[in-house]
């Protein structure tokens, strides 16, 4: 088996990490230093960045973040609070056969284990990695007694032409989207940082009436619009020249991802978010994106919504290990 040697980044692989993230397939833009930067500043988590060696070269990046809460050690990849949807280790060579991929995987995961007790914590009481879409094996994590749990995302081809994908929307779908569309007191329109603050502040006061906790500050979108302006798009849609509903875009490799937004009109209007949807599509289409991505795909109702884009079922994997503590610490977490 392969002898996979695990530490910090020396500072010129720092100088290559967003490189060779662009050229693995379980890399995205959230694996990338100036939002795991901003990730790290906003969640008031220690950035570590972790590589994966055989032969001093690396085979493997995984940012990882720790956070100490009152007497509780607690680790992340993503952060708790940071809207990254997933992140865990990327593997830097997909190009090698099956047997060395599990040996790299198996091998990184078991010296990770030491480096974690011997250069973050000695004891960690929960952590938590929500894997890249790309990654599947989760055999390496389920051995080492890690608890593995599927989380879902939607994805729509965008390989079609525009009209094919519009007809394979649900019919009540289409219908409330023409009649969006015939409406004249709306218009959608794309947006900037202004926008996107907008829609931001939509959701958290969406959050707010729901009793629950909002943790994406508008700050934090900020940092990240200026540090990737070029990777972000806003789409909301006026009723009556006030914004009522929008979307917040990230683009991410060959995909258009809906990151933030689309909640429910302030103003009662038929098809508002059908539309806002179906102009990201557009959206994507027109700019060369092959799928458009509604992240979340596990919570019931909102699947209802969502399934209606006729969008294919893509697995992302939570896995967990705790103590006693880590599962006091997860069950105050979200409250603090």
Not at 169 to 181: G, H, L, N, S, V
Request: hydrophobic fraction near 35%; glycine fraction near 6%; proline fraction near 4%.
């Amino acid at each position: 088996m392969l002898n996979i040697t695990v530490r910090n980044a020396s500072p010129k692989e720092l100088e290559e990490w967003d490189d060779c993230i662009d050229l693995s397939i379980q890399g995205s833009i959230f694996h990338k230093i100036g939002w795991l930067k901003a990730a790290a500043k906003h969640t008031n988590t220690k950035l570590f960045y972790i590589v994966g060696c055989y032969n001093n070269k690396p085979m493997v990046l995984f940012p990882l973040f720790y956070k100490k809460i009152f007497f509780f050690n607690l680790l992340f990849s993503p952060p708790y609070g940071s809207g990254i949807p997933w992140m865990g280790p990327v593997l830097l060579d997909a190009k090698l056969p099956q047997y060395k991929k599990e040996d790299i995987q198996y091998s990184f995961i078991i010296n990770m284990i030491d480096f974690i007790s011997n250069d973050i914590c000695s004891r960690i009481d929960y952590k938590r990695i929500i894997s890249p879409r790309n990654l599947k094996d989760m055999r390496p994590y389920i051995w080492n007694d890690y608890n593995v749990t599927p989380s879902y995302s939607y994805l729509v081809s965008l390989k079609l032409d525009e009209e094919e994908i519009f007809n394979n929307f649900k019919k009540q779908e289409r219908t409330d989207i023409r009649r969006a569309i015939k409406n004249k007191d709306l218009e959608i329109k794309k947006g900037g940082i202004d926008e996107i603050i907008i829609i931001n502040d939509l959701v958290r006061k969406r959050y707010d009436n729901q009793g629950m906790k909002y943790r994406i500050t508008s700050n934090y979108i900020r940092e990240l619009y200026l540090t990737y302006p070029k990777q972000f798009e806003s789409i909301v849609l006026e009723y009556n020249n006030k914004i009522i509903t929008g979307l917040i875009l990230i683009k991410n490799n060959n995909t258009l991802c809906h990151w933030i937004g689309g909640t429910p009109p302030t103003e009662s209007v038929i098809g508002a978010n059908a539309l806002l949807h179906w102009m990201a599509i557009k959206t994507g289409k027109s700019n060369g994106f092959k799928y458009y991505e509604l992240l979340g795909a596990d919570t019931r109702h909102l699947c209802k919504f969502k399934a209606k884009f006729n969008p294919s079922l893509i697995d992302h994997y939570i896995i967990t290990k705790t103590n006693i503590l880590g599962k006091i610490a997860s069950s105050i977490y979200k409250y603090i």
